[in-house]
T-cell receptor, first 114, second 114 residues
């Protein structure tokens, strides 16, 4: 079945470090891929999405490129800040008839130290 | 501003008691979702709805019922609460967009079953 794998459970960085959080998916066709961010005490927030091969999604300095060949959608940011500390979720959009639902990765906790 | 609200924000219940979690959205979205979030499991889909009067089982529906009396409101009902249902519950809404639609989340309800 459709699935999303996030390799890292937790990532610890210092401010201004380069961030990569890995996301791989398993699904047929060209599903939409999403990144969400969840700050402590809040619900997840949509970060961005991509829906076709080689498309780049981006928001707030974060970006990811849809790669059909490697079935990946890795999240990157060039220079992280302490305020980026949060849990990041990769998700896959699947059709259910004329509607949809999301298949979620387990999340990656990012801790950025000052 | 469009929003998803949940009530209560915190709830302590006794084993065997009935618990109702409420969700209201002003996004005018057809789709609504209930998730639970637990360490090590990420977000898991309990029930969802494609419109008023409809409910569908998600990935972990056992022990839960759902009710969608109107476009705006979606409730999650635990008829006989158990300690294993202690968790943080999130409601979300989303548009009908065949797998491409983002979901908008509420702030969550922390439920403790003693």
């Amino acid at each position: 079945g459709d699935s999303v794998t996030q390799t890292e459970g937790q990532v610890a960085l210092s401010e201004e470090d380069f961030l990569t959080i890995h996301c791989n998916y398993s699904a047929s066709g060209y599903p939409a891929l999403f990144w969400y961010v969840q700050y402590p005490g809040e619900g997840p927030q949509f970060l961005f999405r991509a829906s076709r091969d080689k498309e780049k999604g981006s928001s707030r300095g974060f970006e990811a490129t849809y790669n059909k060949e490697t079935t990946s959608f890795h999240l990157q940011k060039a220079s992280v800040q302490e305020s980026d500390s949060a849990v990041y979720y990769c998700a896959l959009g699947v059709n259910v008839g004329d509607n949809s639902k999301l298949i979620w990765g387990l999340g990656t906790s990012l801790v950025v130290n000052p | 501003e469009a929003a998803v609200t949940q009530s209560p924000r915190n709830k302590v219940a006794v084993t065997g008691g009935k618990v109702t979690l409420s969700c209201n959205q002003t996004n005018n979205h057809n789709n609504m979702y209930w998730y639970r979030q637990d360490t090590g499991h990420g977000l898991r889909l309990i029930h969802y709805s494609y419109g008023a009067g409809s409910t569908e089982k998600g990935d972990i529906p056992d022990g839960y019922k759902a009710s969608r009396p109107s476009q705006e409101n979606f409730s999650l009902i635990l008829e006989l609460a158990t300690p294993s249902q202690t968790s943080v519950y999130f409601c979300a809404s989303g548009d009908v967009d065949r797998g491409y639609a983002e979901q908008f989340f509420g702030p969550g309800t922390r439920l403790t079953v003693l």
